[in-house]
C-alpha cells in the first residue's frame, strides 16, 4: 500500500544559522505573523542553560506547543530526542499545521535532515518544507573562512551549502559593496538558493512558509552520501532504539523524557540495503568538529547592579571579540521593579534592553547569561557575572 503523499504529511521548516545570525529573531517573527497557522517548535540549545525557549516563549500561546531540547547540538547528542520530539508532536491529539526546527548556530544541518529519511515513522508524517539559513551579513565572512583541523567541517559553509533560500540578515550593518561582496560569497557555495536581503530577520512569510523548496536531489549535490550511514551520525538502529526506549543515556531532553511508543522497524535507505547491514567501505566522512568550542551558562538569583553588568561585559567583549561568537541572557537589575532585561550579543556586538515581558509576581527572580565560543575561560566568566548581584 502507498504511503501517505507529500500533501498529507505535516511540512517542517528547518532553521539553521551560525550563532548570532537571527534565527530566534525570525522564529518569533513567523510567530507573531498573520497566517493563521498552528505551529509547533522544537528549540535546541548548545549548553545546558535554555535561553531561547523563554526567548520564543513569548510568542507561544500554549506551552505544550514549544519543546526544549538542550545540553547538546542536535545533529550530535540529541539526535534521539529530536526524534522522540517528533514523535510526541505527531501523535498529540492537537493537530499542527507547521513545525518549525530552530537548531543550535554549531549544527551541520545535513544529519538533522537526514532524521526525516532514515525513521520510517517520520519519514511518514513529516515532509521537510524548506532549509532556511540566517547569515550575519557583518560576520559571515569570518565564520565561512575559519580555517578548521584536517577532516573537521566548517559548519557555517555547511549551513550555507544545504540552504534552499538564505536570509541574509543585518544588511543595515554593512556598506553596499561589502553586502555585494557577502552575497558573491553565498553563491559561491551555494548557487541554486535565494538569497533575501532582510533587517531584524523581517521577511515576508509567503517566502518562508509552506514554499515545499526543499529538494532531496539538490540535497544530494552538495552531499553524494546523505542518504548513506554515517559514522558517528547516523546509526541508524540505535537512534531508532533511543526513541522507543527512552534510554539514550547521552540525551537529555527539557520536555520529552517519556516515551511509550515502543516501535520498531526494519530500515531501508534509497539504495534499498538495511542500514543494520555492514556498510561499504567509503571514504570517511568529514565530522562535526567542535574541539574547543564550549557554552558557559550561568545562573544566578537575585538582582544585579545594572553598572557592574555593563562595565563586565563591555570588558569580556571586548577582550574576546573573535573567540565569543555568541552571548545572551535574561537579567533581573536593582530598581527597575519588574522589568525583565534581554542581553543580545554577536562577538563584540551587542543589543540590550527590557522585554516586553515582565517578571511575573511570584517568578524567582533568576538571572541566566550564556557565552558560546572557542576556548573560553569559565570561572572567569562565571566568578565575572556573580559578582555584578547588587550587594
Known sequence: MDGPSDAEKLPVTIVTGFLGAGKTTLVNHILKGDHGKLIAVIENEFGAVSIDDA???????????????????????????????LLTLKDRAKKFDHVIIETTGLADPAPVAFTFFINPEIAEAYRIDSILCLADAKHIGLHLAEEKPDGAVNEAVQQVAFADRILLNKIDLVNDNLLDDVIDTLKSINAVAEVIKT????????????????????????DPDFLDDEEGHAKAEAIENAAADGTDDASKTAACTDD????????????????????????????????????????????????????????????????????????????????????????????????????????????????????????????????????
Open 55 to 85: 526567548l520564543v516563549g513569548e510568542n507561544i500561546k500554549e506551552k505544550e506547543n514549544i519543546i526544549t531540547m538542550d545540553n547538546g547540538c542536535v545533529c550530535c547528542t540529541v539526535r534521539g530526542d529530536l526524534v522522540r520530539a
Open 199 to 222: 533587517t531584524n530577520s523581517v521577511v515576508d512569510l509567503d517566502k518562508v512558509l509552506g514554499v515545499s523548496s526543499f529538494s532531496i536531489e539538490k540535497t544530494l549535490e552538495v
Open 260 to 391: 511509550s511508543h515502543g516501535h520498531s522497524h526494519s530500515q531501508i535507505n534509497r539504495q534499498g540495503t538495511t542500514l543494520n547491514e555492514p556498510a561499504k567501505k567509503r571514504p570517511r566522512k568529514k565530522k562535526h568538529d567542535l574541539t574547543g568550542v564550549s557554552s558557559v551558562g550561568i545562573v544566578a538569583e537575585g538582582e544585579l547592579d545594572f553598572a557592574e553588568v555593563n562595565t563586565f561585559m563591555m570588558k569580556v567583549l571586548q577582550e574576546n571579540a573573535l573567540s565569543i561568537y555568541r552571548s545572551k541572557g535574561v537579567m533581573c537589575f536593582k530598581d527597575q521593579g519588574a522589568v525583565k532585561f534581554v542581553f543580545q550579543g554577536v562577538h563584540e556586538q551587542i543589543n540590550f534592553g527590557p522585554s516586553s515581558v515582565m517578571w511575573g509576581q511570584d517568578e524567582p527572580r533568576v538571572n541566566k547569561m550564556v557565552f558560546i565560543g572557542r576556548n573560553l575561560n569559565r570561572k572567569e566568566l562565571e566568578d565575572g557575572f556573580r559578582a555584578c548581584i547588587a550587594k
